[in-house]
């Protein structure tokens, strides 16, 4: 059995926090050439619809850029570490174009430009136990990708954790090889995160798109749940 837990230390620093969590089983997510035109348009069409969070010409004061960095303020940080939708922003601002990946990651990511929402997956089949979302002790191994040695999690930070260590650092900032999402992966829970009223309500409506996403292309039932301050984790996934 395994669950999302949402520990009580988050809810500590984010009161009005909401978790919103689609589960998904029997995908098949090799890459298909013939679908590139598809996601190409996707991606294409959130990076536009995205402009609508970058009104302001200064990047940083940009209403959900300063909100996250507001939020990466209340607890410990690897230096230089972002939250992962102002990542995709910046890209944007920058005019880049965004090239499908692999079908999960490029529906995710469409989603999470279009809502201005931070969202991220992993292969659930990987978790060794519940997957936490809570405070790190310090020192729970965690190897980003491409990496090849330990970069573990520092005391204080906020990390999505299992038995065996960290999943994803600084909330979804960076997630780890052990679980991250690949061609192979069968089984997935994806997540987005808000911070207060406003963040839940697009993460409540990004949370449903991606599942009817996912849903059409994948043809499988997919499962969401929201995690609150009434409501710390989800039935089994």
């Not at 190897?143 to 005391?155: I, V």
Request: hydrophobic content about 35%; some cysteine; glycine content about 6%.
């Amino acid at each position: 059995m395994t669950k999302v837990v949402v520990d009580d230390k988050f809810w500590e620093l984010f009161p009005e926090a909401q978790i919103s969590t689609l589960t998904i089983h029997g995908i098949d997510n090799h890459v298909d050439e013939k679908d590139d035109p598809y996601f190409a348009k996707l991606l294409d069409d959130a990076t536009k619809e995205s402009e609508k969070f970058l009104t302001n010409e200064t990047f940083r004061e940009n209403e959900v850029i300063d909100q996250w960095r507001q939020a990466f303020r209340e607890f410990k940080t690897k230096k230089g570490a972002r939250c992962s939708i102002e990542a995709l922003l910046k890209r944007a601002n920058q005019g880049h174009k965004f090239s499908p990946i692999i079908p999960l990651v490029d529906i995710y990511n469409s989603i999470s430009l279009k809502y201005g929402v931070p969202c991220g997956g992993e292969n659930m089949n990987a978790f060794d136990g519940d997957m936490h979302l809570g405070e790190a002790k310090g020192g729970e191994g965690f190897k980003p990708l491409g990496a090849t040695e330990d970069s573990p999690a520092l005391p204080g930070e906020i990390i999505y954790y299992d038995n065996s260590g960290a999943i994803c650092r600084c909330l979804n900032w960076r997630e780890a090889q052990r679980t991250m999402l690949t061609e192979d992966t069968t089984d997935s829970v994806l997540v987005i995160e808000a911070i207060n009223a406003e963040q839940a309500k697009r993460a409540t409506e990004a949370i449903e798109e991606l599942k009817t996403l996912t849903e059409d292309y994948f043809k499988v039932t997919g499962k969401i749940e929201h995690l609150t301050s009434d409501h710390r984790e989800t039935a089994e996934l």
